[in-house]
């Protein structure tokens, strides 16, 4: 199996900056991309930003230009940082990975973390 484990999140003043880092472990065989997702209270989830390996990076228009995603394949690590964080920033963040298993019988599936809870505070 393969497991996704996020850390950072909680409460950020406004206009600061936001870094959420996420760590893919298990049976991996590649990572062909990893990204964040986010849920607001009373919306669906939507990307942020996404990023293949070895590709660019694609950004959601609302945090385009002040965001930055990087993938470490070496340790199967993704980190979003965003600055000048707003009030609409706030949500639920959901790392994503769409990895091939090395197991047999795994595949290529697409996996998801337990997300992180970020607010924040004008």
């Known amino acids: 199996q393969v497991q996704l484990v996020e850390s950072g999140g909680g409460t950020v003043q406004a206009g600061g900056s936001l870094t959420l880092s996420c760590v893919a472990s298990?049976?991996?065989?590649?990572?062909?991309?990893m990204g964040w997702y986010r849920e607001a209270p009373g919306k669906q989830r939507e990307m942020v930003a996404v990023?293949?390996?070895?590709?660019?990076?694609n950004y959601d228009d609302s945090v385009k230009g002040r965001s930055t995603i990087s993938l470490d394949n070496a340790k199967n690590t993704v980190t979003l940082q965003i600055d000048r964080v707003e009030p609409e920033d706030t949500a639920v963040y959901y790392c994503?990975?769409?990895?091939?298993?090395?197991?047999?019988?795994?595949?290529?599936?697409?996996?998801w973390g337990r997300g992180p809870h970020v607010t924040v505070s004008s």
């Open positions: 994503n990975a769409d990895i091939l298993g090395q197991a047999y019988g795994l595949g290529r599936r697409w996996y």
């Open positions: 298990g049976s991996i065989a590649r990572i062909n991309a």
């Open positions: 990023i293949p390996s070895g590709g660019n990076a």
